[in-house]
T-cell receptor, first 111, second 117 residues
C-alpha cells in the first residue's frame, strides 16, 4: 500500500510552461527525496529535503518540504523536453531503513 | 561501469515456471534493496539486506518470493510458480550505510522486466 500520493498522475505541457507536482501523505517523514526515472532506466536522485519548510533549488527545479514534514512539492520553471520523465517522491520514515515511493507523476514536455 | 548491475534485463516465462534475477550492487555499498514497479507507478518495496542479513520483508510479498544475499555482495530474487500478476519491472538498489539512520540515496540498477504469459 502506497503511503505517498502524487498529483497530478499525468501532465502534458508545452515547452516553456511552468508546472507543480505535489506529494502528500498522512504520515510524517524524517526526510523526503525526489527521483526522476526515464524509460528503461532506474530512478535517479534529484534532491533530498530534510528540514520542515526547507526549500531547495536545482537550476529550474524548486523543491519544498512541508512544515509538518508530511508533504512536498516540485516546481519546474520553463519546462523543457529534457524534463520529460516519471517523477517520484520517496519518504524516509523514522526508525526504518527503507524508502516508500509515491505513486508517480508522468511528465511529457512537447517542443 | 561501477553502477548497480541487474540480470537478465528481460525475462519472458510461462505461468507456473520459476524465475531468478540477480543484482550486483556498487561494491562498497552494504545495503541492498529490491523493489517491484508496474508501468507508470512508483516502485513498491519488497525487501532489503544489510550485508548478508535480510532485515525487512514486505507483508505484501507472497511466500513464492524469496531473496538471498549469501556473502553480502550480490543478491538473487527468486519467484516460484509465477503468475501473470507477477509481471512487472524488478528493481534493485544499493546504498552505503554508516552516514546516519535511514537509507540515504538509493542507487538503482536498470531493472529486470518480467513478463508472465
Amino acid at each position: 500500500t502506497q503511503l505517498l500520493e502524487q498529483s497530478p498522475q499525468f501532465l502534458s505541457i508545452q515547452e516553456g510552461e511552468n508546472l507543480t507536482v505535489y506529494c502528500n501523505s498522512s504520515s510524517v517523514f524524517s526526510s523526503l527525496q525526489w527521483y526522476r526515472q526515464e524509460p528503461g532506466e532506474g530512478p535517479v536522485l534529484l534532491v533530498t529535503v530534510v528540514t520542515g519548510g526547507e526549500v531547495k533549488k536545482l537550476k529550474r527545479l524548486t523543491f519544498q518540504f512541508g512544515d509538518a514534514r508530511k508533504d512536498s512539492s516540485l516546481h519546474i520553471t520553463a519546462a523543457q523536453p529534457g524534463d520529460t520523465g516519471l517523477y517520484l517522491c520517496a519518504g524516509e520514515s523514522y526508525n526504518t531503513d527503507k524508502l516508500i515511493f509515491g505513486t508517480g507523476t508522468r511528465l511529457q514536455v512537447f517542443p | 561501469d561501477t553502477g548497480v548491475s541487474q540480470n537478465p534485463r528481460h525475462k519472458i516465462t510461462k505461468r507456473g515456471q520459476n524465475v531468478t534475477f540477480r543484482c550486483d550492487p556498487i561494491s562498497e555499498h552494504n545495503r541492498l534493496y529490491w523493489y517491484r514497479q508496474t508501468l507508470g507507478q512508483g516502485p513498491e518495496f519488497l525487501t532489503y539486506f544489510q550485508n548478508e542479513a535480510q532485515l525487512e520483508k514486505s507483508r505484501l510479498l507472497s511466500d513464492r518470493f524469496s531473496a538471498e544475499r549469501p556473502k553480502g555482495s550480490f543478491s538473487t530474487l527468486e519467484i516460484q510458480r509465477t503468475e501473470q500478476g507477477d509481471s512487472a519491472m524488478y528493481l534493485c538498489a544499493s546504498s552505503p550505510s554508516g552516514r546516519g539512520p535511514g537509507p540515504g540515496e538509493l542507487f538503482f540498477g536498470e531493472g529486470s522486466r518480467l513478463t508472465v504469459l
